[in-house]
């Protein structure tokens, strides 16, 4: 079947640290993969997605590259600031199973100045 | 472009009693979801519409839960009576097509405490 693991939280970083959260992925067939983002109140929004095999995402400093050989999808930024303070959840599309969206569990994090 | 609406934000009902959330995905969008966020979890599928039929309700404990979608855009989910576990953010989601890689755009949810 299909199912998302990302790394466990919480993760706390200081102001221009290197962030990476890790996210594994298991497909039955060929998924497109997504990073969303969750901010204190809000719904989640899209991050970032990759669609195909060694396609690379970005946005707003984060970057995440499909591979299909590790079935991986890790998180990065190279800098992060205190508005990244959020929970983040790795999430795959399968469109094999109607497009539906399986998530991981998420991963709070907490930039301090 | 206005995005997904819910309401209401927030509910807090007692135990046996029933609820019902309301959903307006973007105009267009033919695909739309219902998940339940239990704390400190990920998003959980309940349904899946598309237009007004159901893709994927095979997560919906429907001894409790029923959702529908008039006319293929809003919907409303409901459940009847509710448990202590069922306390959740429930969020609607919609999408503009039925394939990979197309975006879910997500509501702010709802947050059901069931006392």
């Known amino acids: 079947g299909n199912s998302v693991t990302q790394m466990e939280g919480p993760v706390t970083l200081s102001e221009e640290a290197f962030l990476t959260i890790n996210c594994t992925y298991t497909a039955t067939g060929y998924p497109s993969l997504f990073w969303y983002v969750q901010y204190p109140g809000e719904g989640l929004q899209l991050l970032l997605k990759?669609?195909?095999?060694?396609d690379k995402g970005s946005n707003k400093g984060f970057e995440a590259t499909y591979r299909k050989e590790t079935t991986s999808f890790h998180l990065e930024k190279g800098s992060v600031q205190v508005s990244d303070s959020a929970v983040y959840f790795c999430?795959?599309?399968?469109?094999?199973?109607?497009?539906?969206?399986?998530f991981g569990t998420g991963t709070s994090l907490t930039v301090i100045p | 472009e206005a995005g997904v609406a819910q309401s209401p934000r927030y509910k807090i009902i007692e135990k046996r009693q029933s609820v019902a959330f309301w959903c307006n995905p973007i105009s267009g969008h033919a695909t739309l979801y219902w998940y339940q966020q239990i704390l400190g979890q990920g998003p959980k599928l309940l349904i899946q519409?598309?237009?007004?039929?159901?893709?994927?309700d095979s997560q919906l404990p429907k001894d409790r839960f029923s959702a529908e979608r008039l006319k293929g855009v809003d919907s409303t989910l409901k459940i009847q009576p509710a448990k202590l576990e069922d306390s959740a953010v429930y969020l609607c989601a919609s999408s503009l097509v039925y394939r990979g890689g197309a975006e879910a755009f997500f509501g702010q949810g709802t947050r059901l405490t069931v006392v």
């Open positions: 999430a795959l599309s399968d469109q094999g199973t109607g497009n539906q969206f399986y």
């Open positions: 990759a669609t195909k095999a060694d």
């Open positions: 519409f598309q237009n007004n039929g159901v893709v994927d």
